[in-house]
């Protein structure tokens, strides 16, 4: 297997259909090799850095349990273990930790610090979740709906709520991948324009936006949604925006009633964590159509897959 077309991965977008494919195919070898007890100690006697702005539970554990499978180490730093949260300038930062580790993880806040630190360091960055992206999840994502559907032919996701980083890496996943999506969600919480502008030149799928949700359900082979509340909202932090915003999304909730519109057999995936009665019912997420925790458990084969093909 050669190598990526990329040397960081930032975003989906930089990503071609060939990469995606070789992602998937490593990622399926370490899983069947962990499967099989046996070791593969690719990244034997490196390190990751992992930096966290923001919470997680499985971003941290499966990045760090990936580079113990690999043979190497991961180390944790929250946004006030380094200088970075007092104001070291990124590319201070990428410098240094360059003599040091052998790729760096990033959740930030703003997209831009990892756009950044990949302009600085010359090992591998690794987007972890920014305000504009999340390519970790969309990889595992895809890899588990490869698992269970077999196929990615004749199939259409619909993307329910908010119009965000994670919307966004579907987006340029179906793109990329020929995959109808259909997005609904409020008026007001549409997708960045920037991503549109990005797949004009690859789109080949359908992709829309309506505000109906059940015109985006029909049909559906995979029903998808994310926390209406994301890390770094202003409603993250007070009760009383987050009042307001759920309210505004109630229609975009994921229940029996909008699944019967979707395909007999669809999957309902959410990359966690998920917040019951709000985006989704418990009958939904919690019955025999969810993939959630398959899709969870993909995260560690998916970013070893990663891993192993940019850090080796
Ligand atoms: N889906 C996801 O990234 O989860 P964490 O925020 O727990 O890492
Ligand atoms: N949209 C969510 C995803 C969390 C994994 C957030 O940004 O907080």
New binding site residues.
Partial sequence: MGTLSVHDLISIHDLTAQDIEKIFQKSIELKDALKKGKETPELKGKTLAMVFEK??????ISFEVGMTQLGGHAIFLSRDDTHIGKGEPIKDFAGVVDGYCNGIMARTFEHKTVVELAKYAEIPIING?TDFN?PC?ILADFLTIKEHRKSFDNMKVAWFGDGNNVCHSFMYMCAKLKIDLAIATPEDYKPSQKVWDDIKSYKKSEMYWTATPQEAADNADVVVTDTWISMGDPEYQDPELRKKKVDHFKPYQVNKDLCTHAKENYYFMH???AYRDFEVTPEVIDGPHSLIYPEAHNRLHAQKGVMALLMK
């Fill in positions: 919470r997680s539970t499985r971003t941290r979740l999340h999840q990359c966690l964590p």
